[in-house]
């Protein structure tokens, strides 16, 4: 089956700093999402994105289907960033499958 | 109004006994799922559940029952709970075949603790 990885596993940054997170998938994907988990553990759609650059504010995403990976980028962070950023892939049929995370806290 | 909702949010219980969680979708989606988050963080799939009907079962211990009486609803039971099983459990939602398909909506997530 497709493979998910993520890095950096972990990532601690001094709020204000900008970061980047990637994705790389072993296959074709259908489609891509960038979730956040948050310290309570709700997990919150920040991006679908299966191609193409997309803007929300201070984070972005751009994913690079022809070379399998898609990365996040977090600018000017702020302590309520801190999280887990998982990254999913759609590959075909019903299945959605995770990569294992980049755990990431913000200080202020 | 809540997109997906799960009941309870926190569970905690003894081995062996049976438990359920509920899940429950408003987005008119006709698929749902259920994942299991354990405690390194990392999200497997269960389940997947297309108009009513079982699509995957990714190797889930048998103690684990799924229920699916209608596209809305996506209930799951376990029998004889072990201590292996004390996870969080997501239920989430999303709709085939269309653009923008298959974008995953979760519900806030059931916390089991098995003692």
């Known amino acids: 089956g497709i493979q998910v990885e993520q890095s950096p596993p972990d990532l601690i940054l001094q709020e204000g700093a900008n970061s980047t997170l990637r994705c790389n998938f072993s296959d074709s994907v259908n489609n891509l999402q960038w979730f956040h988990q948050n310290p309570w553990g709700q997990l919150i759609n920040l991006f679908y994105i299966p191609s193409g650059t997309k803007q929300n504010g201070r984070l972005s995403a751009t994913t690079v289907a022809t070379e399998r990976y898609s990365l996040l980028y977090i600018s000017s962070s702020q302590t309520t960033d801190s999280g887990v950023y998982f990254c999913?892939?759609?590959?075909?049929?019903?299945?959605?499958?995770f990569g294992a995370g980049t755990r990431l806290f913000v200080k202020a | 109004d809540t997109a997906v909702s799960q009941t309870p949010k926190y569970l905690v219980t003894q081995m062996g006994n049976d438990k359920s969680i509920k899940c429950e979708q408003n987005?008119?989606?006709?698929?749902m799922y259920w994942y299991k988050q354990d405690s390194k963080k990392f999200l497997k799939i269960m389940f997947s559940?297309?108009?009513?009907?079982?699509?995957i079962n990714e190797t889930v211990p048998n103690r684990f029952s799924p229920k699916s009486p209608d596209k809305a609803h996506l209930n799951l039971h376990i029998n004889s709970l072990e201590l292996g099983d004390s996870a969080v459990y997501f239920c989430?939602?999303?709709?085939?075949?269309?653009?923008?398909?298959?974008?995953?909506?979760f519900g806030a997530g059931s916390r089991l603790t098995v003692l």
């Open positions: 559940y297309n108009n009513k009907e079982l699509i």
């Open positions: 987005l008119g989606h006709d698929t």
């Open positions: 989430a939602s999303s709709q085939q075949g269309a653009a923008g398909a298959n974008v995953l909506t």
């Open positions: 999913a892939v759609h590959t075909g049929g019903f299945k959605t499958i």
